[in-house]
């Protein structure tokens, strides 16, 4: 039998869900877990190219023994590229004082962040915090004063979640009246994913005893911005926690070592890292991070000042700009979908700029307040497409198209931008970020 | 009121569950979920020694801006002596050739092992594959051979898991007949537990056309060992995978980059790690690696070669030694369960040498053939004690004692040692490993 160009697909018995190529997924993955039939996807063929090595070819590196042990790894040189954004250097210190980072979410896949690349805020860089002298103080409107130390914590009964963090300036180009030029990672990567293991701050406070009077409290950091936040007393208490671990390991100093904040599905900066102070008071604080930013500017001077859970939102990150198609075939069409108001139950993903959609399937485990990555094969014809995914979660919310946004909030708004992206594919494979 | 020390704690109102001193963890939660009472661990007394620092001092990190962001990031450098292990020099380059590295067990938290501190074996070294010159062969009894380039792997549909791998070495020396002296990592750190991504390998066998004959696969790595280990065809049609992600990037050098394989639940290494080649055949090949090694030795000259899922384990990890216990009071026993035929539905946990259990709160999400964290509460006398976990995986098989492992087996075997450990408690507070 010949040998197949992938330009002569075999695809045609593929079962099509939706417009533009998506195919159905319980059809393919039914049929790939068969074994019995040829899939037909023609995918092999790209490696047998006359330029391309021999596959039973001995490789110099199968030749020599290979480097030793580390006591700590670090990933290959060849994906040096994969890093954190604005920065060009890898090994460069960026800017201090106040800045963001952004995870390269269109070179990541599955729910997980790995800590290298975690999303970064801080508003006065990354304190050097010695956890030997670093305290947590609980004071305000409580029985007894608390102070705890790192030791101490550690002795308490841990719990583990994993949940996303994103903040809530992210996405906020997309208020913008012209699209942006820009990535997944540009656009939409101040948002990551770990598991998180800590204190359940319910504990602590029921050390201090709070007083009936208590509603809120403010939450400091240590940092030289004393990033300062009020959080609901019903949120503390509902599931906030004191992480001392992410992803197994201690807090990175990026991310709060030797403690943060964690509350699951609120804005970003609320998630208060370095922690050292939580204050019981009957109302919220007013704080300068909570009154001249983060809150959001609505039409006609409105302004919706307490709004904290981030809206269910999804991001196609591959394909997605900065990553080019090659030639037509079967692609996977892959991404991120959240809510902080609970479980994603379902993500609609279109190939044709919202005619149609076909719902994707979503990798296990489903978490709440987690990244959920949801899939879908995609049978490309080499024509133009726009790719869009909406997100759907428990409490039955719909993700909003860019329009039905703007013309609830206005143009003005920098945060809690949750719209529908629209990534359009040109006939040579490149991808843009276009407005439908 | 006056402060309490560590020594006068009020403790006296938890529920206890089992002997010497574990609590019940439901009691616990619900108390502390209530917000209205006063726990009354005296932890935070710790915090507040007069050698310590006032907790509303302005320290010198909030004093002055912190530091830049980078790319990559990377621990902090208190936490420098979190390495994997048997390393000395944290960044030294520990030997090449064949050995391993293991996971610094009793330092970690949560189910995920974070990709730096994986445990590693290797057989001649980490191969440097350029990802662009690596290909993965399909050869053997197929339809059509298949050739596939990290490019062409990359358009399939992908799939996520979450699994741990445990090498089939681990926990080896409690087959020993005196105790040996170590520490979790040096004992039982040849396990870790990642989410890995990548393609089903059910679906690239359906693109090969899997012939009637075929029974097994040949898994053979390009590392200077050639690793080669034989895999039933029928767990390639189950639960296999070719993983490209490891927690969320790229795989790590050291752990298979640019792909492996995964046999989730199965000895370590047949999830062959630098994957190049997998050929169909009617039997297994009896290679090197699966014949003078990873067989399971037992009495009387018998072997049980083919052995593959390993058996359900749980061990504690906190507090464990290394660790030293500062005082009696509260604290919190934790520790890691897993089964290669499943999911973990209990973990019994026994303070008293194993005459008395109370079952473990297990952190959510409880995954099949992925790690499962386990917690109970534990009020310390300061007197001794030992400390014991037993798994039991949803198969309804209990995690033996080591006297029946032993009974079974005998003193020889070197492989899938799954007994009970005891972790013996001093008075002084330190830990040791002992046979009960």
């Not at 807090?251 to 970003?268: A, C, E, F, K, T």
Request: charged share 20%; hydrophobic share 40%; with cysteine.
């Amino acid at each position: 039998m010949a040998k197949k160009t992938s330009s002569d697909l075999d695809l045609g018995e593929l079962e099509l869900a939706a417009g533009n190529g998506l195919v159905d997924r319980r059809g393919f993955l039914n049929r790939a877990g068969s074994a019995a039939g040829i899939l037909g996807t023609g995918l092999a063929s790209l490696a047998v190219s006359p330029a391309q090595a021999d596959p039973l070819k001995v490789q110099d590196w199968t030749k020599t023994p290979g480097l030793g042990f580390t006591a700590y790894g670090q990933p290959s040189q060849y994906e040096n590229g994969v890093g954190r954004g604005p920065i060009v250097e890898p090994n460069a210190m960026y800017k201090t004082g106040p800045g963001s980072i952004r995870s390269p979410l269109q070179f990541l896949d599955g729910m997980i962040t790995p800590n290298g690349l975690h999303f970064e805020r801080s508003h006065n860089g990354i304190p050097d915090i010695k956890p030997d002298e670093h305290r947590l103080l609980i004071h305000g409107l409580v029985k007894r004063p608390q102070v705890f130390t790192l030791e101490a914590l550690s002795r308490y009964p841990m719990t583990s979640r994993i949940s996303f963090v994103e903040c809530a300036g992210n996405s906020g180009s997309l208020y913008g009246k012209t699209a942006a030029d820009g990535t997944a990672q540009t656009l939409h990567g101040l948002l990551s994913c770990a598991e998180w293991t800590g204190v359940s701050l319910a504990l602590l406070l029921d050390e201090a005893g709070v007083d009936p009077k208590a509603k809120w409290l403010l939450a400091e950091g240590a940092d030289a911005a004393s990033m300062t936040r009020s959080i609901p007393l019903a949120k503390a208490l509902d599931d906030a926690m004191i992480p001392l671990y992410q992803n197994g390991e201690r807090l990175r100093p990026s991310n709060g070592y030797p403690m943060r904040l964690l509350v699951p599905g609120y804005q970003g900066n609320m998630n208060v890292k370095w922690l050292h102070r939580l204050k019981l008071t009957e109302g919220p604080t007013m704080t300068r991070d909570e009154t001249s930013r983060y809150s959001l500017l609505l039409k006609e001077g409105k302004v919706a000042q307490f709004k904290f859970p981030l809206d269910a939102k999804a991001v196609i990150t591959k394909p997605s700009p900065g990553l080019t198609m090659k030639g037509a075939g079967l692609y996977e069409i892959s991404g991120l979908a959240w809510s902080g108001n609970g479980k994603i139950v379902r993500v609609d993903v279109s190939a044709d700029g919202g005619k149609s959609f076909a719902p994707a399937v979503l990798s296990e485990p489903v978490l709440s307040k987690a990244l959920t990555r949801f899939r879908l094969p995609w049978k490309w014809d080499g024509g133009p497409a726009v790719l869009q995914a909406r997100a759907v979660d428990d409490t039955g919310y719909v993700q909003p198209t860019r329009d039905a946004l703007v013309a609830a909030r206005g143009n003005s708004p920098a945060y809690h931008n949750n719209a529908i992206t629209n990534w359009a594919v040109a006939v040579d494979g490149g991808l843009k970020h276009v407005y439908a």
